[in-house]
């Protein structure tokens, strides 16, 4: 039996397809991605030797030079249903705008009297806005919203992480994520008693196992168990 005889040349590949399922990916990925917010203030915290990687699930109080006080939650679900427990608590009222910009928040250092107003706001007013005084962490009056963000954020993050548990095991999928983790972050320069006021307001809610949020030394973001 004859081969056919072949007509030479290189094989020619059109990559046509190959692109336009490129811009097609680039497109859907520019359209569904969301821009994290930026900080609303930028501690340099002081370094150490020990890496611990901080997981994704973590309920974090900032204290900066001055001893202001940032709260943040990094689960979005737990961050809206603390957010409405609080309203209700303090009898603020939120738009469901302003509660989907909470949800993106990194963490916020206001009164929650001020939090609609500093919703409305633009990201580059708000690192301007009046009064951020810190979230109120008044120890003496009743007026310790630090105490309540801590209580229920973290409630809320166990809730949620718990019913995203369950409903992977119900379904046979594998569930990677840790539970929610405290964690404290403060400045190098921050005096030793805003840092001693945050760790009793966690000893008031019998909260004993945090981490503190250290730089590694040569570089990069660790935290160190307490």
């Not at 990925?29 to 973590?58: Q, Y």
């Not at 990094?74 to 608590?89: D, G, Q, R």
């Not at 005096?191 to 590694?216: E, P, R």
Request: net charge neutral.
């Amino acid at each position: 039996m004859s081969k056919k005889p072949s007509k030479g040349g290189a094989p020619s590949l059109d990559m046509t397809p190959m692109v336009d399922l490129a811009f097609l990916l680039v497109t859907f990925f520019m359209l569904t991605a969301s821009f994290r917010m930026a900080e609303p203030v930028t501690v340099d915290p002081p370094s150490s030797i020990g890496k611990v990687d901080l997981p994704d699930n973590h309920i974090m109080v900032t204290i900066d030079d001055n001893g202001r006080v940032f709260f943040g939650i990094s689960n979005s679900t737990a961050k809206t249903e603390a957010l409405k427990e609080m309203a209700a608590k303090y009898q603020v009222q939120f738009t469901e705008q302003q509660v989907k910009k909470f949800s993106g928040l990194p963490s916020f250092g206001v009164d929650i009297k001020d939090l609609p107003r500093y919703l409305d706001a633009s990201e580059q007013e708000r690192t301007k806005f009046q009064p951020q005084k810190g979230v109120p962490m008044d120890t003496i009056t009743p007026n310790n919203q630090l105490k309540d963000w801590i209580a229920i954020g973290g409630r809320k993050a166990v809730e949620v992480f718990n019913a995203a548990k369950a409903k992977a095991e119900e379904s046979g999928a594998e569930f990677k994520s840790e539970k929610p983790r405290y964690a404290i972050k403060c400045a190098s320069k921050t005096k030793y008693i805003y840092v001693k006021d945050v760790v009793s307001t966690f000893g008031d809610l019998k909260i004993y196992q945090f981490n503190l949020i250290t730089s590694l030394e040569g570089g990069g973001t660790v935290i160190n168990p307490e």
